[in-house]
């Protein structure tokens, strides 16, 4: 079976400063892919990153970055620079690439505010 | 290029009605997904549809059924309404490859009294 683990339900980090947002995951299957998406207050999921897990390097995109260590089953977000608009639920996400494991499943998902 | 769009937007049913949820992908866009997000729960996959065939399920009763249409646009039907049905369902969509993100729509806000 697939799992995502946040174990962080709120971080705090004032702007302009780095943040690292937690997510551990456990599958059986030998290749799948690693998602964060971001959610405002209104609702809509909107995609940040992609890391692919026989990807060699690690994915960025703009201000986000993903520290993948595939031993440990980490996915870290980490986003630089943090601005007023980043404050959000995260969430990590999972996909396999068997039958039973080709669906997108979520951790439980971490709010982070942004301070001035 | 229009996004994921998801109607209504609120619904508030009865205990024992049914409702239906639309879904309309980006254009061009074969696959559709459906996601329940509740407090309790979190974000929990119902199905996903690509060509007009479902692709994979979750573990919800068959109570929750979906379809795809020709044009890619989507619906979900969830019979027998129960208090615990209340959620926030979001629709995404994708071009079809297992490695693709998914863009979601903002959601349909359900209600059972």
């Known amino acids: 079976a697939q799992k995502i683990t946040q174990t962080q339900p709120g971080m705090f980090v004032q702007e302009k400063e780095a943040v690292t947002l937690d997510c551990t995951y456990d599958?059986?299957?030998?290749?799948?892919?690693l998602f964060w998406y971001k959610q405002p207050s209104s609702g809509e999921m909107i995609f940040l990153i992609y890391?692919?897990?026989?990807?060699?390097q690690n994915a960025t995109e703009g201000r986000y970055s993903l520290n993948f260590q595939k031993a440990r089953k980490s996915a870290n977000l980490v986003i630089s620079a943090s601005q007023l608009g980043d404050s959000a639920m995260y969430f990590c996400?999972?996909?396999?690439?068997?039958?039973?494991?080709?669906?997108?499943?979520f951790g439980t998902g971490t709010r982070l505010q942004v301070f001035p | 290029k229009a996004g994921v769009t998801q109607t209504p937007r609120y619904l508030i049913k009865t205990r024992g009605q049914q409702v239906t949820l639309s879904c309309s992908p980006i254009s061009g866009h074969r696959s559709v997904s459906w996601y329940q997000q509740t407090p309790g729960q979190g974000l929990q996959f119902l199905f996903e549809y690509f060509s007009e065939t479902q692709r994979n399920k979750g573990n919800f009763p068959g109570r929750f059924s979906g379809r795809q249409f020709s044009n890619s646009r989507s619906e979900m039907n969830v019979s027998t309404l129960e208090l615990g049905d209340s959620a926030l369902y979001l629709c995404?969509?994708?071009?079809?490859?297992?490695?693709?993100?998914?863009?979601f729509g903002s959601g349909t806000q359900l209600s059972v009294l």
């Open positions: 995404a969509s994708s071009f079809g490859g297992d490695t693709e993100k998914l863009f």
């Open positions: 599958t059986s299957d030998p290749s799948y892919g």
């Open positions: 890391q692919g897990s026989y990807d060699q």
């Open positions: 996400a999972m996909r396999g690439r068997s039958y039973n494991t080709d669906k997108l499943i």
